[in-house]
C-alpha cells in the first residue's frame, strides 16, 4: 500500500486542509513519488480554520480523479470523526484513522477506536512501540543510546512523556513476561497492539534488516488473558487514557 498525508506546512505558504492545499498537495505527491495514484491518501491532523465539507469535497474530488483509492485521517477526534461521517454519502467516507496507540498509550481505546469500528474505519497505529521505550533499549538512570531517538536533539523532545527512571523500570519488567513466551519486548508491545480487532496495521520503524524480520513475526502472536493482566500489573500506573493527564 502507497500512502501520502498533507496537513503540516512542507513550507511557510502550504499548511492546512483547504481545497486549494487538498487538490495541490496530491498532485505535488504523486510527482515526488513517481506514480499516477496512491492507495491512501491521509489528513495528517485536523483544519480548524477550514470549514470540514470543504476538505472533504475536495478529498472526494481527488478519488473521482483517481488519484487517490481511499482517504483517511490521522489523530482525529471522535466528534470530527462523526462529522465527516454526518458528510457522507454525499461526499466519500474516511476508510482509515492513524492514532497513537500502544500499551503506555491508549487514548483511542476510549472513543475513537469505538466510533470507527461502529462505522468500518480501521486503525493505523503509529509509535506502538512508544517511540522505542517498549523495545527496552532505554535503561533508568542510563543515559540513552547517542544514535537513539531519545538522545536526538531534534527527536528527544516527543519522548518527554516516556523518559522517566520510573517508567522506564515498569518496562523493563515486561521484559520476563516476553521471555517467558519466547519472543521480545518489541513482539510483544506489537502484539499487544494487534490484539485490538480494530487495528490493521502498526507503524514501525526499522534501521536494520534483522528489526523488520522481528517485527513482523509479532502478527502471529496471540496474548491469553493472563499475559494481558500481567502487563497491566506491571506497567497500569504508567498508562495514559487521557491525552490532558
Given amino acids: 500500500m502507497l500512502a501520502t498525508k498533507l496537513y503540516f506546512p512542507m513550507?511557510?505558504?502550504?499548511?492546512?486542509?483547504?481545497r486549494e492545499q487538498v487538490l495541490k498537495q496530491i498532485d505535488l505527491s504523486l510527482a515526488r513519488l513517481r506514480v499516477d495514484y496512491v492507495d491512501l491518501y491521509q489528513?495528517?491532523?485536523?483544519?480548524?480554520?477550514?470549514?470540514?465539507?470543504?476538505?472533504?469535497?475536495?478529498?472526494t474530488e481527488v478519488v473521482h480523479a483517481g488519484k487517490a483509492r481511499y482517504i483517511g485521517f490521522s489523530?482525529?477526534?471522535?466528534?470530527?470523526?462523526?462529522?465527516?461521517?454526518?458528510?457522507?454519502?454525499?461526499?466519500?467516507?474516511?476508510?482509515?484513522?492513524?492514532?497513537?496507540?500502544?500499551?503506555?498509550?491508549?487514548?483511542?481505546?476510549?472513543?475513537?477506536?469505538?466510533?470507527?469500528?461502529?462505522?468500518?474505519?480501521?486503525?493505523?497505529?503509529?509509535?506502538?512501540?512508544?517511540?522505542?521505550?517498549?523495545?527496552?533499549?532505554?535503561?533508568?538512570?542510563?543515559?540513552p543510546p547517542s544514535d537513539s531517538r531519545m538522545a536526538s536533539q531534534a527527536m528527544g523532545w516527543a519522548m518527554n512523556r516516556f523518559r522517566s527512571d520510573e517508567l522506564l523500570a515498569a518496562v523493563q519488567r515486561l521484559?520476563?513476561?516476553?521471555?517467558?513466551?519466547?519472543i521480545t519486548m518489541a513482539q510483544l508491545a506489537l502484539a499487544w497492539v494487534l490484539r485490538e480487532p480494530n487495528v490493521a496495521s502498526a507503524i514501525v520503524g526499522a534501521s536494520r534488516p534483522e528489526?523488520?524480520?522481528?517485527?513482523?513475526?509479532?502478527?502471529?502472536?496471540e496474548l491469553d488473558d493472563a499475559t494481558l493482566a500481567a502487563i497491566d500489573e506491571v506497567v497500569g500506573e504508567f498508562v495514559v487514557y487521557d491525552p490532558a493527564s
Fill in 175 to 182: 521484559r520476563p513476561i516476553a521471555d517467558g513466551l519466547g
Fill in 11 to 18: 513550507d511557510d505558504e502550504n499548511r492546512g486542509l483547504s
Fill in 43 to 59: 489528513c495528517h491532523r485536523y483544519d480548524r480554520k477550514t470549514p470540514l465539507q470543504e476538505t472533504m469535497e475536495a478529498l
Fill in 75 to 143: 489523530e482525529w477526534t471522535a466528534p470530527q470523526i462523526r462529522a465527516a461521517l454526518d458528510l457522507v454519502p454525499a461526499v466519500k467516507k474516511f476508510v482509515s484513522s492513524q492514532p497513537q496507540y500502544s500499551i503506555l498509550w491508549r487514548v483511542p481505546e476510549r472513543e475513537v477506536i469505538p466510533v470507527c469500528r461502529e462505522n468500518g474505519i480501521a486503525q493505523i497505529v503509529w509509535s506502538p512501540l512508544a517511540q522505542g521505550v517498549l523495545a527496552g533499549k532505554y535503561k533508568p538512570g542510563q543515559p
Fill in 211 to 221: 528489526q523488520v524480520d522481528d517485527n513482523a513475526a509479532a502478527s502471529g502472536i
